[in-house]
């Protein structure tokens, strides 16, 4: 073979010395070092971020179970406004003063000679009192209630707004002489319309009628035709059997509250005790126009209808009543004895053997 082409024939199949080197031993061992050192980095980057998933897999597992365990607790009842309590969210801003003064401003004694000095201090403690006074009232404290405001009393005794509140009190409490004592003197302007119709309740309660019926007629001149008023002043016509003018003050509220069922109810039952068949019959036929299934409604309107003689409304009557009950007990009012002269009737016959056949 020429020598210049075997000389190319080397050439073809020589290795470049540079690339020769890398696989020396010396070569080969550091870069194997080098790729272990890069697998443990890599296996410490992995660890970290596996630990610092956890953790926070493990803090949002406990924020979530915290959470559920605040929703699911019972929440505990507040506790009840008292004289040591008084919550600042219950006050107006500029009531909330009281709540840096210690209990020592509630007390109206004065220690000095003379008349109490009008100041700043003693306006404050009057303005203490005041506000105690209201949060028991709101709390039913009502023996607290009257302590505080008669320290006001003792306090500015020429102060508005605090003997109508303390006159309640007073009738809450029972102390009915203390109240109406109280009350003769306070001024007109705090007895308005409603304080009055209040008042005039208050001496239903303790049977004083006398003063509430005067409360209820003042109440009622400052606004005629008050319900509420009105209302009172028949119950207290009620109570002391003055029946003509009772049923003339529920006739009065009725037209004011048309849709007050109850008050209607107990009315008729009123005229229906004192005999008084007309008035009654014209409640009771309201009534059955708005409440049509209540059977003993019926039944009372038959008995009203027969003692009025109004024969084929009273059988009317029943037959409705009858409707709504069992057989056995529409019988039991068929044959009570004020119905004889109904029992004479064609229809009223027919009506009680159907309802023999029923039984």
Same mark, same amino acid.
């Given at each position: 073979?020429?020598?210049?082409?075997?000389?190319?024939?080397?050439?073809?199949?020589?290795?470049?010395?540079?690339?020769?080197?890398?696989?020396?031993?010396?070569?080969?061992?550091?870069?194997?070092?080098?790729?272990?050192?890069?697998?443990?980095?890599?296996?410490?980057?992995?660890?970290?971020?596996?630990?610092?998933?956890?953790?926070?897999?493990?803090?949002?597992?406990?924020?979530?179970?915290?959470?559920?365990?605040?929703?699911?607790?019972?929440?505990?009842?507040?506790?009840?406004?008292?004289?040591?309590?008084?919550?600042?969210?219950?006050?107006?801003?500029?009531?909330?003063?009281?709540?840096?003064?210690?209990?020592?401003?509630?007390?109206?004694?004065?220690?000095?000679?003379?008349?109490?000095?009008?100041?700043?201090?003693?306006?404050?403690?009057?303005?203490?009192?005041?506000?105690?006074?209201?949060?028991?009232?709101?709390?039913?404290?009502?023996?607290?209630?009257?302590?505080?405001?008669?320290?006001?009393?003792?306090?500015?005794?020429?102060?508005?707004?605090?003997?109508?509140?303390?006159?309640?009190?007073?009738?809450?409490?029972?102390?009915?002489?203390?109240?109406?004592?109280?009350?003769?003197?306070?001024?007109?302007?705090?007895?308005?319309?409603?304080?009055?119709?209040?008042?005039?309740?208050?001496?239903?309660?303790?049977?004083?009628?006398?003063?509430?019926?005067?409360?209820?007629?003042?109440?009622?001149?400052?606004?005629?035709?008050?319900?509420?008023?009105?209302?009172?002043?028949?119950?207290?016509?009620?109570?002391?059997?003055?029946?003509?003018?009772?049923?003339?003050?529920? %006739? #009065?509220?009725? /037209? +004011?509250?048309?849709?007050?069922?109850?008050? &209607?109810?107990?009315?008729? $039952? @009123?005229?229906? *005790?004192?005999?008084?068949?007309?008035?009654?019959?014209?409640?009771?036929?309201?009534?059955?126009?708005?409440?049509?299934?209540?059977?003993?409604?019926?039944?009372?309107?038959?008995?009203?209808?027969?003692?009025?003689?109004?024969?084929?409304?009273?059988?009317?009557?029943?037959?409705?009543?009858?409707?709504?009950?069992?057989?056995?007990?529409?019988?039991?009012?068929?044959? %009570? #004895?004020?119905? /004889? +002269?109904?029992?004479?009737?064609?229809?009223? &016959?027919?009506?009680?053997? $159907? @309802?023999?056949? *029923?039984?």
């Amino acid at each position: 073979m020429e020598p210049g082409r075997r000389q190319h024939l080397q050439d073809i199949y020589a290795t470049d010395r540079t690339q020769k080197d890398d696989y020396t031993p010396q070569i080969s061992s550091e870069i194997l070092e080098e790729r272990k050192r890069d697998i443990r980095r890599q296996q410490f980057t992995t660890f970290l971020l596996g630990t610092t998933i956890t953790f926070i897999a493990v803090g949002l597992v406990v924020v979530i179970v915290k959470k559920y365990i605040d929703i699911m607790k019972v929440a505990e009842a507040p506790e009840p406004i008292t004289n040591e309590y008084i919550p600042r969210y219950s006050l107006a801003p500029e009531q909330q003063w009281v709540l840096d003064y210690t209990r020592d401003y509630s007390n109206p004694e004065w220690e000095g000679e003379g008349e109490r000095p009008f100041s700043g201090l003693w306006l404050k403690k009057a303005a203490f009192n005041l506000i105690l006074a209201e949060q028991a009232v709101q709390v039913r404290e009502f023996g607290e209630a009257a302590e505080f405001y008669e320290n006001v009393l003792e306090i500015m005794p020429n102060i508005e707004g605090v003997k109508v509140p303390l006159g309640m009190v007073y009738f809450r409490l029972n102390k009915f002489d203390k109240a109406l004592a109280l009350l003769a003197d306070a001024p007109e302007a705090d007895l308005t319309f409603d304080v009055l119709n209040n008042l005039g309740a208050a001496c239903i309660d303790a049977k004083t009628y006398e003063k509430g019926e005067e409360y209820l007629k003042r109440s009622l001149e400052l606004r005629p035709a008050y319900a509420e008023a009105l209302k009172n002043l028949a119950i207290l016509y009620e109570e002391t059997e003055q029946h003509e003018k009772a049923a003339q003050a529920y %006739e #009065q509220y009725l /037209d +004011q509250r048309p849709d007050d069922t109850d008050t &209607r109810h107990n009315f008729a $039952l @009123y005229l229906v *005790k004192n005999s008084n068949w007309e008035r009654a019959a014209e409640q009771l036929r309201i009534l059955t126009e708005e409440i049509t299934k209540e059977a003993m409604l019926y039944q009372l309107l038959a008995r009203v209808e027969n003692k009025l003689g109004n024969y084929d409304a009273s059988i009317a009557a029943f037959q409705r009543a009858a409707q709504l009950v069992d057989p056995k007990q529409a019988l039991l009012w068929m044959n %009570e #004895q004020e119905f /004889d +002269q109904l029992r004479q009737r064609p229809e009223f &016959r027919e009506l009680m053997k $159907l @309802y023999e056949k *029923k039984r």
